[in-house]
């Protein structure tokens, strides 16, 4: 296998795809974790747990070794309650190539092959909590030459999401998470969430009222947007209004999400009417 594909005549192109996290991924775990442990075993409370530690680290075989190797420090409970500092806690692959012995230093190696304009274009793409459209990564990355997305799909550092005649892409979770480190080290994040706030409110003005709030899912802003921009906009009332007025959040089962950003504006100071109006609206729907 390579990294990316060798452009040589003839060259077919199979991509591999992650482990099933459920199956074959909890079976990895498992296989690994005795080795570091003597007398691991699954039971239905474990094996659920393994599954979703398996889910969060995106079916990624060297971050499930990595993780089964803790095992005898942590219980699968622990580890998966540590996640979010996935690149500090899997490390420690002896016996491995440098590159693999942690997952940071896997991705550090792929980072360091990226050219400047995919390195800044992949960091830009963290603050999309989801799958993205190519507009929208037009619109909140202001890279000049955004078909580098291009080069970072035939790298497997961004996927491809099939959906109708349109493709969508997104980041692994795990990727996204080291992204959002270059993001910050970069001095951009602020900068780029802002945007990615803006971009979300204006693809949800052009989507017309009745649509947004009792149409189908074509053309709908995705949710997970919509709670990441909620999440970054927290200092601006007015946009914060906007955001959280903005969808129908019966549609998306997140029916206290709404509730939860709207109740404390209803009587937020510095919100003008109209949006005041609107989030009280949204409250007695």
């Known amino acids: 296998t390579t990294r990316e594909p060798l452009g040589v005549p003839g060259e077919q192109v199979f991509l591999v795809p992650s482990l099933d996290p459920g199956t074959e991924g909890v079976e990895l775990f498992a296989r690994r974790a005795s080795e570091a442990r003597s007398g691991f075993d699954l039971d239905a409370v ?11 680290l995106d079916g990624i075989p060297l971050a499930i070794e990595l993780a089964a190797a803790r095992v005898g420090q942590l219980a699968p409970a622990q580890l998966l309650e540590r996640l979010s500092d996935r690149f500090r806690l899997l490390s420690g692959g002896r016996g491995r190539v440098p590159r693999h012995q942690t997952l940071g230093a896997t ?46 799909v035939t790298k497997s550092l961004v996927h491809v999401v099939e959906d109708g005649d349109r493709f969508r892409y997104r980041l692994l979770e795990t990727g996204r998470l080291y992204a959002t480190d270059k993001l910050v080290a970069a001095g951009e994040a602020a900068d780029l969430r802002e945007r990615h706030a803006h971009w979300v409110l204006e693809s949800m003005a052009a989507i017309p009222l009745v649509q947004r709030w009792f149409g189908d899912d074509r053309g709908r802003v995705d949710v997970d947007d919509v709670r990441a921009a909620l999440e970054w906009s927290s200092g601006s009332p007015t946009l914060t209004a906007a955001l959280a007025s903005g969808i129908n959040w019966m549609r998306f089962d997140h029916w206290r999400d709404g509730r939860r950003w709207c109740e ?17 609206g949204m409250l007695c729907y």
């Not at 747990?49 to 969060?56: K, N, Q, S």
């Open 107 to 152: 991705l550090d190696w792929s980072h360091d092959l990226l050219d400047e304009q995919e390195r800044v274009l992949l960091r830009r793409l963290a603050v999309f909590p989801a799958s993205f459209p190519l507009e929208g990564a037009e619109a909140v990355t202001a890279v000049g030459d955004v078909l580098s997305l291009g080069s970072l």
């Open 264 to 280: 404390p504006l209803a009587d937020a100071e510095g919100l003008d009417d109209r949006s005041r109006l609107q989030v009280i």
């Open 46 to 56: 474990t094996a659920e747990t393994v599954a979703r530690i398996c889910e969060r």
